[in-house]
């Protein structure tokens, strides 16, 4: 039983670059989220999908796009990356009704 | 908003002691769940403990046990005979909202002493 698949794990871009980070769940959840952690700050939400063909903003939402394509996947795109950008990226999911989310293993980005 | 506030941004215990870590949250929901989870340096986000707001009676996991005063909005985790396996980043966690979006807070490092 995989969870939250992330791909990839480890990425460096140059500024300006594009990327887009995958998300694959198997578990048949409706929400999926993406947070973004930097040391200090703790996990803050980026994007979230609360079911099928929904996005809404997080806290911090700048500088990215997402795309929630079927009920499994849901895609983080950095159209033009900055320094700024430079974090460790976690996807999520969690049934409707139930709070519990489990998490991928992170994506370290780092942007130079 | 929901806030999710973690006021000890590192801690240290001896191996075999106790120690309690405090959260405390914002809300005006009346039923809603807590967590805790903990994150080792394999960077896995582990979720430890969970507890349901309408339930009185505190939740506990082997040596993991929270103390939550609803009136109050504090959320705290105390870990038993800690061992250096519990050497890790704590977050408290609170998914507040009709989309049940989790806000964390900022997190806690436990260090565990041999």
């Known amino acids: 039983n995989a969870g939250v698949t992330q791909t990839p794990k480890f990425q460096v871009l140059k500024t300006g670059q594009s990327m887009t980070l995958q998300c694959a769940q198997d578990m048949n959840h409706n929400s999926m989220y993406w947070y973004r952690q930097d040391p200090g700050m703790g996990l803050r939400l980026i994007y979230y999908s609360a079911s099928e063909g929904t996005t809404d903003k997080g806290e911090v939402p700048n500088g990215y796009n997402v795309s929630r394509l079927n009920k499994r996947e849901f895609s983080l795109r950095l159209e033009s990356a900055a320094p700024s950008q430079t974090s460790v990226y976690f996807c999520a999911s969690s049934a409707q009704g139930s709070t519990e989310a489990f998490f991928g293993q992170g994506t370290r980005l780092t942007v130079v | 908003a929901q806030t999710v506030t973690q006021s000890q941004p590192e801690m240290s215990v001896q191996e075999a002691e106790t120690v309690t870590l405090s959260c405390t949250y914002d809300?005006?929901?009346?039923?809603?769940?807590l967590f805790w989870y903990k994150q080792p340096p394999s960077r896995q986000m582990i979720l430890v403990i969970r507890q349901e707001a309408y339930k009185q009676q505190n939740a506990t996991e082997n040596r993991f046990s929270v103390n939550f005063q609803k009136a109050a909005k504090s959320f705290s985790l105390k870990i038993s005979d800690s061992q250096l396996g519990d050497t890790a980043m704590y977050f408290c966690?609170?998914?507040?909202?009709?989309?049940?979006?989790?806000?964390f807070g900022k997190g806690t490092l436990l260090t565990v002493n041999p």
């Open positions: 809300t005006s929901e009346n039923n809603y769940y």
């Open positions: 966690a609170f998914p507040g909202g009709s989309n049940y979006k989790l806000t």
